[in-house]
């Protein structure tokens, strides 16, 4: 690996983001950061400009723009504002990987556009294959682009299938940690706080994906995943609850035989996978002592109490706009949890109702995502609002 591959790092104010940055740092004859954005935080954008020297710097926060631009007027930084800039930088000739880690669904569009525009995808947003699979899968391959998978689930099973191409997949079996609330009952997360469910007992991560994995939904979105990733049906897809969160996901092969991809929970080993690929490159990451985790523990998982997983495997099997669905209502869902305004359990309410309300279409456009997207979020809004105030934890039916 000779030549320095620039890397677009969309979202680089955020955990992954700012992981990714840390491993182009350490690699420097490796990767230079050649694009930053960041939705609202342009105090640490410009921080980030400043240390990396990246070519642009764009900011989506239009009342920001200002700031950023004059922070950098001394610097050769091309300050940008808003989505589309996104859209339109991704495409310069002279980035080789776009790393995706924009929140939720604002990744889709700007990973679209790069692909079209011949570039790999490092892809942390787990929401544009979620939302639309089927169109970004079909694109990649018409343009001879690799999708790169970022998340260490979806990381572990691509490793594990290194190699393996010639041979059959009887299952993947993705890991979850259960999050901060393994175990408890119905009773108990009706009560749970902003702040409870924000301590995940594993990774350090950002709110959105944080409330996620302690309600599942991030693993639900990961078995969405899954399925454009590796070509698989929902019956080859089996989630185990691993609290450890050493084993990041395995591999089982028509013969019985299961690889299985482990190591320490540290996002920066499959971020410079992604990005090295096909590749490993020597680094100085803490290694795992097998010592020191004398037993690991599996369980299934309580899909009574934690219903957003089997809302997303229900999503999975419907196909068609119903993943773009469950999506962009638990985007809001999760958003009104963090401002007190819906309660844990009544998150898979919201869902629930706009699955069951929002017009289905079984071969969606691009145009029908968008058009699914922005109807769901005004349904969600409404629900929460007029059925959820203050917290309360069971919606009243309309």
Known sequence: MNNIKNIAVLGSTG????????????????????????????DLL??????????????????KYPLVKQALAH????VRCGHQAICEVVTEKHIDVVLTAMVGF?????????????KDIALANKETLVVAGELVTALAKQHNVKILPVDSEHSAIFQCLAGEGHNEIEKIILTASGGPFRGKSSAFLANVTREQALKHPNWVMGAKITIDSASLMNKGLEVIEAKWLFGLTPEQIEVIVHPQSIIHSMVQFTDGSIKAQMGLPDMKLPIQYALTYPHRVRNEFKRFDFTAYPNLSFEKPDMESFRNLKLAFDALDRGGNMPCIINAANEVAVAGFLKDEVGFLAMSDVIEQCMADVEFKETPTLNDYLNTDKETRILAEYLIK?????????????
């Open 46 to 63: 410009i921080a980030q400009s400043l240390k990396f020297k990246p070519a642009y710097a764009i900011i989506c926060d239009e009342q």
């Open 75 to 78: 610097t050769a930084v091309k």
């Open 106 to 118: 604002s990744g889709l569009e700007p990973t679209i556009a790069a692909i079209k525009a011949g």
């Open 386 to 398: 007029h059925n959820a105030p203050n917290g309360v934890n069971n919606l009243i039916t309309k």
């Open 15 to 42: 955990s992954i983001g700012t992981q990714t940055l840390e491993v182009i740092q350490e690699n420097p004859e490796l990767f230079h950061a050649y694009v930053l954005t960041a939705q609202t935080n342009a």
